[in-house]
């Protein structure tokens, strides 16, 4: 006899790989023999069991018991497959959401989203690494999971018409259903209680069944029908490991810590309340297992299995009994069938029914030792498992057992091992209660994981190209700028020195010319008043001399207003020039400064003079020799009259010293006549000129003392230069202006440079994470035999 424990057709299927043979079983119940340790692998020679030497044991018996310890070893590694993919998803789906987590801080950067026509070249990790990825590119849509349906009323928002805030919000919202999704898989994977239903055709020998799984007698055995009600069994550690019963009226309202919603039953009663109390709706039978943990069906850690014992199929519990199987939380049904007589109308109408909601369903064909012609009898069964459960057929080797439940020993503490294949049925069963879960559970999760960990790759792509050529499109921009603000700097030393320099030597220039200018109105001031001014005769001559002051003073100022005319066309010229320098370096604006405003303060200074006596007679003459002697005549004629005494006395006496005493003395009188009618004559008739000659002189020689003119320069050149520098301060505060502004603008690309590096950095991160953890997810088995394909024994 041979068996083979790899798998001969490959199989996405779990349990199709340890296959025992369907025909030639073996008829030996049950062998005694101590335990194994079932960590250990098997080899042949490693087969030998203490007493196995002796001539007690058969060779039969241990291959027999061999191939029961390699059954319990692959329930055993399977179990353990199972237990690290779940413990990898955990340790996955804990990193995933730790990556959406930090996907929804607030960054400096807002998360982009890249549905709207993602760049192609993005994709090519995802591309390259499947080729639904490739199909979803070709399709044009960009994610699985991160997909953000923008639904207002009934019609389709375009995205591309939201704001970036907008998106980011929507992102921020699908990350947390995706966070919420998550930890709810890993509850579900975390979870390890599993529910497994027992039913089949009356006294088809369930609850003897039952029993042989947990080895112990705990559900009522009987010949006679004796199920009445849904018997769930559970660990006791589920109900602070006391053992007993709770008979439950209303299923929905059951509460194990209410204890108003159930009935607690000893453990001695639950024969009876089993087989004779109709009341309950279920039992929930909390017992604990005899076995050790590893071996535990209620309570090993990685799926603790509730075994659900029900009450045998007639035409009234049929249906409840499909409707009991269809729930989500069974995870596998088992239908007993008995080897004696096969499948019943019931059964068949059970098995149609659930084969619509599970597809595959664990057959045991109990009773099999009370059969004489066995091979007939697992044709003619397994024909009619072709007829109900296609799918159950086809896997016939891993779900279709002939076992004998009443054969296995049941006693406390007993040490014998259970039949081969008693053993590859609960292998079996173990088995395909973990693919169930692996498929329900595990690959839900890992499926859902390669999928998001494939969107977030795909959005970080997408996020690390935007930000790398956001990056170097703000630096280019920053670099292409930085001549033109360097310039502005430069300018802003540079045109305000030169406009400053200008404005001062235009300032200078208008005092230096108005200063000219005054001089030469100044010096020619007499000619023009004197010439203007009519003469009215002697008798008048103080109110001429009056006028004249006046008229000179009034010129001066005449002359002071033609000078600031021309002080304020320079002043213009100059304003222009300053205009120019300032478009030329910072584009076209309005002129700000105006001459209109230069030189009229209203508060004119005027130089005034007084008329004096003197001011008509002036005895300094220049070359009249013969006027000497009239002179001291006249000035002593009228000096008399108009000087007093001590005039005419002094003027004898300058004549004296002219001519000598004696003759003086001589001539003194003639001369004294001649002299006094000549100088009476001359004085009348030089009275203008000497007015003329004095007044302009005086007026000059109080222009001068008072610094007129040079106060009249500074005050032009003053006046100029606050007109100028309200052209300076325009260029400088346009300048100023530019400058901030084109530092503002700079800012702003620096930070743009700034948080576009940032992201590209964050997102490069997180791509490398995503990748590698999809790498990992998708290496997870949720096959849970896959490890198992090395483990090849052939046994003879
Ligand atoms: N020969 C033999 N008899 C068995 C085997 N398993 C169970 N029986 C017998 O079959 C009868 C019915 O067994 P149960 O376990 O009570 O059957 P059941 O399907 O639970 O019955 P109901 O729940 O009342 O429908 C009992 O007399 C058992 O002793 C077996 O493997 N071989």
Redesign the pocket.
Known sequence: MTESYSSSRPSSRLMRRNSAPTVDMPTAATLTTEEPDFNQPLSRSAVMYPGSTTSTISNASNILAARTHQHRLNAAQEQRTYQDSCNRLLTHISSVMGICDDLKTKHNFSVRYPGLGINSSSSNHWRSTNNSATQQQQNNKPFNILDLDVKIGHATQDLSKLETQSIANLLDDKLSQCLHHLDNLRIRVADTSSKVLVT?D???????FVNALLKRELMP???Q???NMFCEVLDASLNDCFEEAHGIPDVEKYNRLDRTTYHVIEMRHLDKVITEVSEYKMLKVYARDARKTQDSLLHNGVVDIALIDS??LNTDSVKTTAVFARQEEIDVVVF?VSAENHFTLSGKEFLLNAANEKTHIFIVV??F??IRDKDRCKRLVLEQIRQLSPATYADADDLVHFV????VDLEPGSRKLDAPEFARLEQRLRAFVLENRSKSKLLPAKNYMVNLLKDIGVLSEANRTAAAEECARASHALEEDLPAYQNLLYLRDRLLGRIEKVAESSATMIQKHSVVRLNTAVSEIGKKTVEQLEYPGILLIWQYAQDLADSMSQQLLKDVRQVELQARHEASECIAELHQMGTEHLGDYDCVASVKGMCHKGRDRTVQISVDATDFFDLVVDDKVTGCALSVGAAVALGGRVMGVKDVVSNLWSMSSVMGTQNMRRLIVPVLSIASAGFLLYVVSDMRSAVNRKLVKKFKTAVRETSYVDAQGRRMARESRKVFRVEGWEVQARLQKSIESKERKREEMSAIVHTSQESLEYFTSVLEKSSMLLDKVSCVPTDAATSLHGNKIEMH
Request: net charge neutral; charged share 15%.
């Open positions: 089949g009356l006294n088809s020998g369930k609850s003897a055995v009987d010949q029908p004796c199920t009450p045998g007993v109990n009773r030792d009370s004998s439940a009443g054969t």
